[in-house]
């Protein structure tokens, strides 16, 4: 499932070539991706210019003159990618929108329907629909607010993975940066002291920016609009269960930590059960 540096990596090439385009046309294929708004809020953005293009925890977003835009839902396989309009149209796709002098399209195509799109209206600071009820980016978190968030009687995996707490952060790079602190998945957050809950902090935010600098972990499905991502070379525990830990040789186990298949190095990350 594309993570925040997924996302970012999106966001980064869908800026260069959508910011101050607008839209020519708009056609969608299904309504089951539409995860809120309707076919015509679609049609509301022809010939309008789009604002802004960024992203909030592992979703993009593209921003209209008004306040108006379309928050996209990449779920397990969802894709987003400029091509020519005369390009053959893949299965799955569900989103094509027109660029106006451009003779190009954003298509947003996703295998499975995890994923989807929504239409929203931003009224003032608040955030719209789609975006609201995020936790904050990792970057933004503090000492002070990532302690608060350690106050509670929950498995730190879970804690990580809630996209209340922190906005983003999903299975793979949960695992490493479990990993680089030394962290067991299964530890209780409260049990964490204030060294080891530094090192998890300063961890999550290295690991994220070793990720975007190499355009994101291509598994199975995810690819950004130019191709694939290259962090899956430079993964250390996720998806390498009986492979020699890097750091001890000790083989690295699977386990199930917040309903999740979760690596880990049993001696690097020791359980305090």
Same mark, same amino acid.
Request: proline share 5%; hydrophobic share 35%; with cysteine.
């Given at each position: 499932?594309?993570?925040?540096?997924?996302?970012?990596?999106?966001?980064?090439?869908?800026?260069?070539?959508?910011?101050?385009?607008?839209?020519?046309?708009?056609?969608?294929?299904?309504?089951?991706?539409?995860?809120?708004?309707?076919?015509? /809020? $679609?049609?509301?953005?022809? #010939?309008?210019?789009?604002?802004?293009?960024? =992203? @909030?925890?592992?979703?993009?977003?593209?921003? %209209?003159?008004?306040?108006?835009?379309?928050?996209?839902?990449?779920?397990?396989?969802?894709?987003?990618?400029?091509?020519?309009?005369?390009?053959?149209?893949?299965?799955?796709?569900?989103?094509?929108?027109?660029?106006?002098?451009?003779?190009?399209?954003?298509?947003?195509?996703?295998?499975?329907?995890?994923?989807?799109?929504?239409?929203?209206?931003?009224?003032?600071?608040?955030?719209?629909?789609?975006?609201? /009820? $995020?936790?904050?980016?990792? #970057?933004?978190?503090?000492?002070?607010?990532? =302690? @608060?968030?350690?106050?509670?009687?929950?498995? %730190?995996?879970?804690?990580?993975?809630?996209?209340?707490?922190?906005?983003?952060?999903?299975?793979?790079?949960?695992?490493?940066?479990?990993?680089?602190?030394?962290?067991?998945?299964?530890?209780?957050?409260?049990?964490?002291?204030?060294?080891?809950?530094?090192?998890?902090?300063?961890?999550?935010?290295?690991?994220?920016?070793?990720?975007?600098?190499?355009?994101?972990?291509?598994?199975?499905?995810?690819?950004?609009?130019?191709?694939?991502?290259?962090?899956?070379?430079?993964?250390?525990?996720?998806?390498?269960?009986?492979?020699?830990?890097?750091?001890?040789?000790?083989?690295?186990?699977?386990?199930?930590?917040?309903?999740?298949?979760?690596?880990?190095?049993?001696?690097?990350?020791?359980?305090?059960?």
């Amino acid at each position: 499932m594309p993570e925040l540096p997924e996302a970012e990596t999106i966001t980064r090439h869908l800026r260069r070539e959508l910011l101050g385009k607008s839209f020519s046309k708009v056609q969608h294929c299904r309504r089951d991706v539409i995860r809120h708004g309707s076919h015509r /809020g $679609l049609l509301g953005f022809l #010939n309008a210019p789009i604002k802004r293009v960024d =992203r @909030r925890g592992k979703r993009p977003f593209l921003e %209209i003159h008004g306040g108006r835009g379309i928050v996209f839902f990449l779920g397990m396989t969802g894709r987003l990618n400029i091509c020519d309009a005369n390009t053959p149209i893949e299965k799955h796709t569900h989103l094509r929108i027109g660029l106006n002098g451009s003779g190009h399209e954003l298509r947003f195509n996703d295998a499975r329907r995890f994923g989807g799109f929504g239409i929203f209206k931003r009224e003032g600071s608040v955030e719209p629909e789609g975006i609201k /009820g $995020l936790g904050p980016e990792p #970057n933004d978190i503090t000492p002070a607010s990532f =302690r @608060r968030m350690r106050q509670r009687n929950r498995q %730190i995996k879970a804690l990580l993975l809630d996209q209340k707490h922190i906005a983003g952060l999903g299975n793979i790079y949960a695992d490493e940066s479990l990993f680089r602190a030394g962290i067991h998945p299964l530890t209780p957050a409260i049990d964490i002291d204030t060294r080891q809950a530094g090192r998890l902090l300063r961890a999550i935010k290295r690991v994220l920016s070793e990720a975007i600098e190499y355009e994101g972990t291509t598994i199975i499905n995810y690819l950004h609009p130019e191709g694939p991502g290259n962090f899956q070379e430079r993964l250390r525990v996720y998806g390498h269960e009986g492979e020699g830990c890097r750091k001890c040789k000790t083989p690295i186990h699977r386990i199930l930590a917040a309903g999740r298949s979760s690596f880990v190095c049993q001696v690097c990350q020791p359980s305090h059960d």
